[in-house]
């Protein structure tokens, strides 16, 4: 069966899906670090905010329409929520500011790209709206 790297193709061609799996794979490493009293605290609360962004992405190109608009919201959520728990876990000493400050960057370029995509199908929305025939 070939990997998910040889079946490109969908989702998997968006540059911010892209990203996202790699904002994923960093704060997977950054949590790993943390201490284990932490499991359910912090390091589960980051680890499914990064999971969710690219998986949101994922699920509404799946379905289109007004459900990807909705979707790439819920990913752009998940990354302010990842944003915020990043800058906690430095404040209290659990991320190193140079760990915490790469995961930021990363946020901050794939929160760009989302709010280019969420306009972008705006867009496309609005367009498509204007040329419907009257029912």
Same mark, same amino acid.
């Given at each position: 069966m070939p990997s998910s790297a /040889?079946? !490109? =193709?969908?989702h998997r061609d968006l540059r911010v899906w892209q990203e996202a799996m790699e904002l994923a794979e960093v704060v997977y490493r950054?949590? !790993?670090?943390?201490p284990?009293?932490?499991i359910y605290g912090l390091t589960s609360q980051m680890n499914r905010a990064a999971v969710s962004i690219p998986?949101?992405?994922? /699920? =509404?190109?799946?379905? =289109?329409?007004r459900d990807? /608009?909705?979707f790439v919201g819920m990913a752009y959520g998940s990354l302010l929520e990842l944003e915020t728990q990043?800058?906690?876990?430095?404040?209290?000493?659990?991320?190193?500011?140079?760990h915490a400050a790469d995961v930021l960057r990363r946020t901050?370029?794939?929160?760009?790209?989302?709010?280019?995509?969420? !306009?972008?199908?705006k867009r496309t929305r609005s367009r498509s709206s204007t040329n419907d025939p009257e029912p």
């Open positions: /040889e079946t !490109k =193709g969908g950054l949590t !790993k670090q943390f284990r009293d932490e998986s949101n992405l994922a /699920e =509404g190109y799946g379905r =289109g329409g990807y /608009e909705r990043t800058e906690l876990a430095q404040r209290i000493g659990l991320a190193a500011p140079d901050a370029s794939v929160g760009r790209m989302l709010n280019g995509l969420r !306009k972008g199908l």
